[in-house]
């Protein structure tokens, strides 16, 4: 019997924490999280997202990934490392070298462990998941958001498990913020953050691992990846950072507008298609 989860339990296995080293040994963090591109009948690529700034500079980098039960849910203690050389050349960038995405390609990665008999346990967003221009239209200002990820580094390493984080959108999401295709969130953003999915969150209703919609169940739409924190500097002054732990944080996270992921689909459609194995590897 496939283990039953709740959309916020899926949800939280759409993300990975990534660890880098650099060429000094200095090791920093991030978030990402898994998306299928080029999603048709059985076949898609999967890819992590994540921001450039993550992987930048990395000769070295590491994620765990959850093993599968083995009746189709998330083994909560059992996981898998994985640990790759010259770690940012893995990543492809966006097209547009002013926006700071990047995607790995897992399909190999992912196949492997089910020839291995150890498959994966995780969740993808999927296109659908993305909110669309008519939903950005009929948005307030101010709605509630959840951000995924792991702030500071932080997780819970025995079931390798995200940090959740509560808040609202700052500016409008379909207002381009300061002219570029990114807007702000009211939220506790902290470094390793950066690269985590942020959701339009109005869920409501019922949430348990059975009946996870009930009455006014809302929207869950995905709007964009953090990327950075606009960091105080003078009074009434504010500049566009990544977050760095030496300046006083705001509250506030810039969020790269979700949209922008089409332009990866956009290249990833002249690649050959990835299969994966239709096992534990869904969309949430």
């Given at each position: 019997m496939v283990q039953k989860l709740s959309l916020t339990e899926e949800l939280a296995f759409t993300t990975v924490r990534i660890e880098c080293d650099d060429a000094h040994g200095n090791t920093s963090s991030g978030t990402g999280f898994f998306y299928r591109f080029v999603d048709e009948a059985s076949q898609h690529i999967p890819a992590i997202i994540t921001n450039k700034h993550v992987i930048e500079g990395s000769v070295r980098g590491r994620f765990i990934?959850?093993?599968?039960d083995g009746r189709g849910?998330?083994?909560?203690n059992r996981h898998q490392a994985f640990e790759f050389d010259s770690f940012a050349q893995r990543w492809l960038p966006h097209p547009n070298a002013d926006i700071d995405l990047c995607v790995m390609l897992v399909a190999p990665l992912l196949l492997a462990a089910i020839d291995q008999g150890e498959p994966l346990y995780f969740k993808q967003v999927s296109p659908d998941f993305v909110i669309t221009q008519d939903e950005l239209d009929e948005m307030g200002l101010l709605e509630e958001i959840l951000m995924i990820g792991y702030p500071n580094g932080?997780?819970?390493?025995?079931n390798n498990m995200p940090i959740f984080r509560r808040g609202t959108t700052a500016t409008h999401p379909n207002l381009n913020w300061n002219g570029k295709p990114e807007f702000l969130i009211d939220a506790a953003c902290f470094p390793g953050s950066s690269g985590s999915p942020v959701f339009l969150f109005n869920q409501g209703g019922?949430?348990?691992?059975?009946a996870e919609k009930g009455p006014g169940s809302g929207r869950v739409k995905l709007l964009g990846v953090m990327c950075?924190?606009?960091?105080?500097?003078l009074p009434g002054e504010a500049e566009e950072g990544m977050m760095p732990t030496a300046t006083k944080p705001n509250n506030l996270g810039i969020?790269?507008?979700a949209h922008l992921l089409d332009d990866f689909e956009t290249m990833f459609r002249q690649l050959p298609k990835q299969p994966v194995a239709a096992a534990p590897q869904g969309s949430a």
């Open positions: 990934m959850t093993l599968d849910g998330p083994a909560f932080i997780w819970d390493r025995h019922q949430t348990t691992s059975s950075a924190g606009p960091q105080h500097t969020v790269i507008k």
